[in-house]
């Protein structure tokens, strides 16, 4: 049974994929599927494999990033509100590669700083959220308040970066709405890597993620040591995160619905939903971009714009927002 959702997964990513490389302006499907199979003249060549792929692969892989961190968190914290969006880690690492940039430490030139502040930031916005709840990190609806208010926070230190140095907008616009648009091959070959090392300390933690979702207690009378678990999962968390965020920017709610839709599918067993996840989140990014892609060309058309461009950020928060309503009104009390 779990073979085939993976398999019946696994073709919707690919069917994702093949919409978004079809969705954008300028080349036909023909001419896609032309270019693929080898022909195609020097433009179309470039476009698709110089411009769609490495935009699809990037998509593919920040959507598991966020959708394996967002379980992640849910698990190491037991809170279903947890997610890299309100526990300050994608705010943080938001600041962290802003502010990398505004100092002249990082940049699109030397992408594997901008991972590096990322992360860093990413660390330092679940440290504060973990030393503001306090005692309070057990009660869900208390570490969502306070991961909104450390959100709020670190998006305000953001906003004080853009005013100290105005000529950094546009880098501040695509990472805090999230974007896949210009996305190179370096994009591609930075993240992969670092999404398939954490990606596998994540599955390798799926042991104790199991015991920290069944409480500390239970988790220590298994033998577990929750003091270094929980801190190391945190950890992994962070890191898928700030690879995604370094990659795409801030894509909003994807690390928080998507693990529940793998639980929904693929149960309790973190053996199996933790692949589940990111298989999900790949494809939900993915169909996202697609979805952009094109509700952008319909506006342009209907707007008689020439260019005009929908964020999958936007996108993704918009719809996000929508689903955590309907998760919140359907288990308002629900914990792990």
Not at 49 to 58: A, K, M, W, Y
Not at 122 to 145: E, F
């Amino acid at each position: 049974m779990n073979r085939q959702r993976f398999t019946v997964l696994a073709a919707l990513a690919v069917v994702c994929a093949g919409v978004e490389l079809v969705a954008g302006r300028g080349m036909s499907p023909a001419v896609v599927w032309d270019v693929l199979g080898g022909g195609g003249d020097t433009t179309e060549r470039h476009i698709l494999l110089q411009l769609r792929l490495p935009r699809l692969l990037v998509a593919l892989g920040a959507g598991a990033c966020l959708g394996l961190a967002g379980l992640v968190l849910q698990s190491a914290l037991r809170n279903p509100l947890a997610g890299p969006e309100v526990t300050g880690v994608t705010p943080g690492a938001v600041l962290g590669a802003v502010a990398a940039t505004s100092l002249g430490l990082a940049g699109w030139e030397s992408p594997l700083a901008v991972v590096v502040a990322a992360c860093v930031g990413g660390c330092a916005g679940a440290a504060l959220l973990w030393l503001l709840a306090g005692r309070g990190r057990s009660d869900p609806a208390q570490t969502a308040v306070h991961g909104v208010l450390v959100s709020a926070v670190l998006g305000g230190l953001t906003a004080m970066v853009l005013l100290v140095d105005p000529g950094e907008l546009g880098s501040v616009v695509q990472w805090l709405v999230g974007t896949t648009e210009g996305r190179v091959w370096q994009h591609w070959h930075l993240l992969w890597p670092w999404a398939l090392a954490w990606g596998a300390a994540a599955w390798l933690l799926a042991g104790p993620l199991t015991l920290l979702r069944c409480g500390d207690e239970t988790a220590l009378a298994a033998g577990l040591s929750v003091r270094r678990a929980r801190p190391f999962a945190l950890l992994c968390a962070v890191a898928l995160t700030a690879g995604a965020v370094a990659a795409v920017g801030a894509l909003g709610f994807v690390g928080l619905l998507v693990p529940h839709l793998a639980v929904a599918v693929f149960g309790a067993d973190l053996r199996l939903t933790l692949p589940g996840a990111a298989l999900v989140g790949a494809a939900v990014v993915c169909g996202a971009d697609a979805t952009a892609q094109l509700s952008s060309r319909l506006l342009a058309a209907a707007l008689d714009s020439g260019r005009l461009t929908l964020p999958v950020g936007a996108l993704t928060a918009c719809l996000g927002a929508a689903l955590l309503l309907i998760v919140v009104r359907r288990a308002p009390s629900r914990t792990f």
